[in-house]
C-alpha cells in the first residue's frame, strides 16, 4: 500500500504542479501581450503628436512667408504706382511746356511752317505716352 499511497500522493502533486506551471506561462504570456499593446499604442500617440506638431509648426511657418511675400508685393505695388505718378506728372508739365511754346510759336508765325509741325508731332507724341502711362497705372490699380 505504501506504493499505491506514493502514486497517488505523486500524482495529485504533480497536477497541481502542472496547472501551477501553464498558470505562470499564461500570466507570463499575458504580460507580455499587455506590454507589447501598451508600446504599440504609446508608440501610435507619440507619432500622433509629433506629427500635430509637425504640421502645426509648418503652418506657422507658411503664414509667415505669406505675410512677407504680401508685405513685398504692396511695397512693390506703392513703389511702382509712385514712379509712374512721379513719371506722369513730368510728361504733363512737358506737355504744358509744350503748349505754351506752340502757343508762343502760332502767335509769332503767320503762317504754319515746320517748327509748328514739329511741335504738334512732339505734342501728339508726349500725348500717347501719358495715355499709355495712365493705362498702366490704372492696369496696377
Given amino acids: 500500500m505504501s506504493n499505491t499511497a506514493l502514486e497517488t ?3 495529485y502533486e504533480a497536477k497541481p504542479r502542472k496547472a501551477a ?5 499564461v500570466i507570463f504570456v499575458c504580460v507580455w501581450v499587455i506590454l507589447i499593446a501598451s508600446g504599440i499604442t504609446g508608440a501610435k500617440l507619440y507619432s500622433e503628436h509629433v506629427q500635430q506638431q509637425i504640421a ?8 509667415a512667408q505669406i505675410a512677407e ?3 513685398q508685393y504692396e511695397d512693390r505695388m506703392t513703389k511702382m504706382e509712385t514712379g509712374y505718378q512721379s513719371e506722369l506728372s513730368q510728361l504733363e508739365s512737358k506737355v504744358e511746356a509744350l503748349n505754351e511754346l506752340l502757343t508762343f510759336t502760332k502767335d509769332n508765325a503767320d503762317v504754319k511752317t515746320d517748327n509748328s509741325n514739329k511741335l504738334y508731332s512732339q505734342l501728339n507724341e508726349v500725348k500717347k505716352k501719358l495715355s499709355e502711362l495712365q493705362k498702366n497705372l ?4
Fill in 69 to 71: 511675400m504680401q508685405k
Fill in 56 to 63: 502645426a509648426d509648418v503652418q506657422r511657418q507658411t503664414a
Fill in 9 to 11: 500522493n505523486a500524482s
Fill in 138 to 141: 490704372d492696369v496696377l490699380k
Fill in 21 to 25: 506551471k501553464q498558470r505562470a506561462f
